[in-house]
């Protein structure tokens, strides 16, 4: 009895064991492919990289268009690893998602990607992706409104060119009543210390006082705003970005943000 029953305890030990080797096994297993979890396809790598969609991605690869670290690869299902250089006809590429987010800004958060500045825009943009988005641009403290945000070099160059890119709409309420001679001077241009300063627009708000104004203009920051109207004697008391190119704050709340639709994308590339 007594062996009988040593038999089943060293039966159970080796189940146990078997347990216990397939629970180590499984942790190879696991290890291995969190080891791999890393490594990319290349047709993904390349669409990421929003050079193309991923099946586009197969014909380019197909016809040697890609290289990865130097080498071109024609290889169907080639796996991109950490660290690695890939290149479509000859630039480097990002497999990082490209991300487009805009922010309805209030009031209190300074437009920097900067540390240890207090509250800053990125805080309220924080869960929007994982990407690494930065704004476009400048809004003030104390300035609110449209904030574009993404990690696509293209459309950055794109808003930083003051005489081809896009055009912003601010909302202004100033500290007193702009004089019709001053407004025409602005939309006219002139020069501060022999530099021209020009803007798209700038008219009275429909249905407000004078002190209230509408001005386009394809500047990126706000302190261009301020240099102008300080030029004049007026002070801000508020400023409000209403619109940049065709997008607006239609549906995005104070404080909320949105990601652009690809319709919305496309109408901003061909801005």
């Known amino acids: 009895m007594n062996r009988h029953k040593g038999k089943g305890n060293f039966s159970k030990g080796k189940q146990d064991d078997r347990r216990y080797m397939n629970k180590a096994g499984n942790k190879s297993t696991s290890g291995k492919m969190a080891k791999n979890s890393d490594e990319i396809r290349l047709n993904k790598y390349v669409a990421n990289a929003g050079v193309c969609s991923r099946r586009e991605a197969d014909v380019h690869i197909a016809t040697g268009l890609v290289s ?26 990002s497999p990082e998602k490209k991300a487009y987010v805009l922010l309805n800004k209030p009031k209190g958060f300074a437009t920097t990607t900067s540390e240890g500045k207090g509250r800053t825009v990125m805080d309220l ?28 070099d293209t459309i950055h160059k794109k808003f930083t060119n003051s005489k081809n890119g896009v055009a912003r709409l601010f909302h202004i309420e100033l500290d007193k009543n702009l004089k019709l001679e001053d407004l025409k001077k602005i939309q006219n241009g002139f020069k501060i210390d022999g530099k021209l300063i020009e803007v798209e627009e700038i008219s ?14 394809k500047n990126t920051g706000n302190t261009i705003i301020r ?38 994308l496309n109408t901003l ?3």
């Open 204 to 217: 009275y708000i429909d249905g407000a006082t004078k002190k209230e104004v509408g001005l386009k203009i």
């Open 68 to 93: 990865v670290n130097g080498k071109v690869i024609t290889e169907m299902g080639y796996k991109v690893k950490p660290g690695d250089e890939v290149r479509y006809d000859g630039s480097r590429i």
């Open 227 to 264: 240099t102008i109207l300080e030029f004049f004697n007026y002070d801000i008391l508020s400023l409000d970005c209403v619109a940049i190119g065709h997008l607006t704050k239609k549906d995005i709340p104070r404080g909320h943000w949105k990601h652009l639709t690809e319709q919305e």
């Open 125 to 152: 943009v924080a869960n929007a992706t994982n990407s690494k988005i930065k704004p476009i641009g400048r809004l003030g403290r104390n300035s609110k409104g449209l904030l574009l945000f993404t990690n696509d």
């Open 269 to 271: 590339r061909m801005l």
